[in-house]
């Protein structure tokens, strides 16, 4: 089970924080977009309407899920930037994965994320090493999260998110 919930493992903050590694990951949020696309754009609404594993998301809703997810790490970004380590507010992301647009086609979130990865890229790209310490407060965790470990985060998660999709296409040879 924890393969397939864990693909590529739990996340873990790096320890040794360094500019080469923030521009990696910040190159990877650019690249994550294209990657949904290619990675979704043969399937149909039968693949895309399976799980990734037995009690978890379908791909449809994996993607809506990033697109929800995303937006709220950009706002939290925004909010860091702007304020002094704000308290964020947690969403029921399985509460979120239930409503009807969790069942929309893919084509109203994959042009959402692309479009919301090139602002957050825009963004990242003109803050300074200062800038990325700046942090936020997760009550949900009851943890202080630094820009730079929650780039670090949402470039763990969206490749996570998208090992649950290449991993379900391997194990189910749709390629």
Do not use: C
């Not at 873990?12 to 990877?28: M, S």
């Not at 791909?59 to 995303?70: E, M, P, T, W, Y």
């Not at 304020?83 to 964020?88: A, D, L, Q, S």
């Not at 009550?139 to 649950?164: E, K």
Request: charged share 20%.
């Amino acid at each position: 089970m924890t393969s397939l919930q864990y693909p590529i493992g739990l996340y873990g903050p790096v320890e040794n924080k360094t500019k080469e590694q923030l521009e990696a990951w910040i190159d990877q949020l650019a690249e994550i977009p294209q990657q949904y696309e290619a990675v979704t754009n043969q399937l149909t609404d039968a693949q895309l309407d399976t799980p990734y594993r037995t009690g978890g998301w379908t791909v449809r809703q994996l993607i809506h899920h990033v697109a929800d997810s995303h937006l709220n790490a950009y706002l939290r970004f925004k909010l860091a930037l702007t304020e002094e380590t704000p308290h964020i507010r947690p969403y029921d992301q399985a509460g979120f994965a239930e409503l009807p647009d969790s069942k929309a086609p893919i084509s109203l979130s994959l042009p959402f994320i692309s479009s919301l990865h090139r602002r957050w890229v825009t963004l990242l790209r003109g803050m300074t090493a200062e800038d990325f310490t700046a942090s936020y407060y997760h009550p949900a965790d009851q943890q202080t999260v630094s820009l730079y470990d929650a780039t670090g985060m949402y470039v763990w998660h969206s490749t996570h998110h998208l090992a649950h999709i290449t991993e379900l296409i391997k194990r189910n040879q749709w390629n």
